[in-house]
């Protein structure tokens, strides 16, 4: 019994994914529009209650416009986790755009008032985690693509 094994002849393209500029300029964008529209770039009002929610316990949970930010922040975060381990050439692009994201939070962080909140910082650290994780995971995805003989 004879098997015939058809080779294929051309590749076939991988599939592009999507470009998805950095998640955490949602909470960038957002944060400066509340804190100059709503706040009147005052960054102290960020510890001012949006709302609570009443606990079995009895005691509300009060929940402020900084924590619901911070709480945008972090879910962008894990987005942006998620993007790099893609290694299509976009991601080159989207660690670049991640890493100019980095670059306007920290210069807004030490050159504008209304950013000297321990909100802004923390959004500004989520930035540079993502900087940071998106490089090694590409690296580290990178690194095992190379096999040496």
């Known amino acids: 019994m004879t098997e015939t094994v058809i080779m294929p002849t051309n590749r076939t393209p991988r599939g592009r994914s999507a470009f998805i500029p950095p998640m955490l300029a949602v909470p960038f964008v957002l944060y400066n529009l509340v804190v100059f529209?709503?706040?009147?770039?005052?960054?102290?009002?960020?510890?001012?209650?949006?709302?609570?929610?009443?606990?079995?316990?009895?005691?509300?949970?009060?929940?402020?416009?900084?924590?619901?930010?911070?709480?945008?922040?972090?879910?962008?975060?894990?987005?942006?986790?998620?993007?790099?381990?893609?290694?299509?050439?976009?991601?080159?692009?989207?660690?670049?755009?991640?890493?100019?994201?980095?670059?306007?939070?920290?210069?807004?962080?030490?050159?504008?008032?209304?950013?000297?909140s321990s909100v802004f910082f923390l959004l500004m650290v989520m930035s540079l985690i993502d900087v940071v994780a998106g490089f090694t995971v590409s690296i580290t995805s990178a690194g095992r693509d190379v096999t040496m003989n």
């Open 37 to 116: 529209i709503f706040f009147g770039a005052n960054p102290v009002n960020w510890g001012a209650g949006l709302f609570s929610i009443p606990m079995p316990s009895g005691m509300p949970w009060a929940v402020s416009a900084g924590d619901f930010i911070l709480v945008v922040g972090i879910v962008c975060l894990f987005i942006e986790v998620l993007k790099s381990t893609n290694t299509g050439r976009g991601s080159i692009v989207e660690h670049m755009l991640s890493m100019a994201l980095f670059v306007v939070f920290l210069v807004e962080f030490l050159l504008v008032g209304a950013a000297s």
